[in-house]
């Protein structure tokens, strides 16, 4: 079969297509063929070498793809052959895997998908899977009404703000030109926000009443992270969920502090704090690839169950901007290899 290997660190010319064996499923497992492969950030930081969970070298990077069952290990039926499943990395021992045309993996981390889910839709779970965290189990304890999204055009973003108007909640989804936020408007977001032409902390008072979001999602970090505190309710949260712009700045007690009659709260969340919890990860694409119901809710409890109702509607994935065959720089040359392999690529901006 054809891969992408990944020797040692560098810049895209690190990526090497190569020929190697197809997988034999050993016991437990099933063999998927690929249909499409999602490309994201993680998997430039693990080129690059970066990534807090690298891959043993020599490896095949990739961490998500969507596919269909083609082979059974011993001693394993399920999923049955010829059914579409999506593959997480994060269900496997290391990150890695997915830029290949085949790959090998325990029963449990092929999840089926509904039928009439696009394949190229479903490349872009992972994104739902940590947009899901981020609102019902990093956000917990805070009752919501307004919810404050940066980066609302990107991958996670995108998906956070399709779960956050399920959960009925209003959105602010925050970016950086008007063709992003016209995006944002288009999935149906109540309000949108370029931070390059608008001051977003005034906007985002003025929305509120003067009032502030009550959450407010962060991927940001770096200096400007104080800021969000500026436009925070009373009781409300900040989640930092990632470091686009560096670590949040050390000081950002003293914004916190400038805030404390707000009495606010900041949660750092990361995906792999269910690194060892497969049955977390398992309930929660149970809820995502489930339909809604008619009046959805957040959790209660951090682990989502198969009953909860605050879920997205099965391809809601293809609406998402991110979703879109937009090749950001940082991704461009990365792209460019594996679309050697001729399998549909899709790539998170």
Not at 177 to 206: M, N, P
Not at 218 to 238: E, W
Not at 252 to 259: D, E, F, I, S
Request: net charge positive; with cysteine; glycine share 10%.
């Amino acid at each position: 079969m054809k891969a992408i290997l990944l020797r040692r660190p560098g810049g895209p010319e690190a990526l090497e297509y190569v020929e190697v064996p197809t997988p034999v499923p050993g016991e437990g497992q099933v063999l998927v063929k690929a249909d499409t492969i999602g490309v994201s950030m993680p998997e430039v930081l693990v080129r690059r070498g970066t990534y807090a969970w690298m891959p043993p070298l020599p490896a095949i990077p990739g961490i998500e793809l969507s596919g269909t069952v083609v082979a059974h290990g011993p001693k394993n039926a399920e999923p049955a052959l010829g059914q579409p499943v999506f593959v997480s990395a994060r269900d496997l021992p290391v990150r890695a895997g997915c830029y290949a045309e085949y790959i090998a993996v325990p029963a449990r981390a092929a999840h089926p998908l509904p039928p009439g889910c696009s394949l190229e839709a479903a490349a872009c779970l992972s994104n739902y899977q940590v947009a899901y965290h981020v609102l019902h189990t990093a956000a917990r304890g805070v009752e919501a009404k307004w919810v404050l999204v940066h980066t609302a055009a990107g991958g996670v973003g995108s998906a956070a703000v399709q779960l956050a108007l399920i959960a009925g909640l209003e959105v602010i989804g925050v970016a950086g030109s008007e063709k992003k936020t016209q995006a944002i408007l288009g999935l149906s977001a109540q309000h949108a926000i370029d931070y390059r032409s608008e001051d977003v902390v005034a906007r985002v008072r003025e929305l509120t009443g003067g009032r502030g979001a009550d959450l407010i999602l962060d991927p940001i970090g770096g200096k400007g992270f104080g800021r969000n505190f500026d436009m925070l309710a009373p009781l409300g949260m900040v989640v930092s969920c990632g470091r686009l712009d560096g670590p949040p700045d050390a000081d950002l007690l003293t914004a916190m502090r400038a805030n404390s009659a707000k009495s606010p709260a900041v949660r750092f969340f990361t995906i792999h704090s269910f690194d060892d919890r497969p049955d977390i990860r398992a309930a929660a694409m149970t809820v995502l690839l489930d339909p809604p119901r008619r009046r959805p809710h957040p959790p209660a409890d951090p682990r989502p169950t198969a009953a909860h109702p605050s879920r997205p509607r099965t391809g809601a994935a293809r609406k998402r901007p991110g979703h879109r065959k937009i090749v950001v720089e940082a991704l461009t040359e990365t792209v460019k290899v594996l679309t050697h392999s001729k399998i549909p690529v899709v790539v998170y901006s």
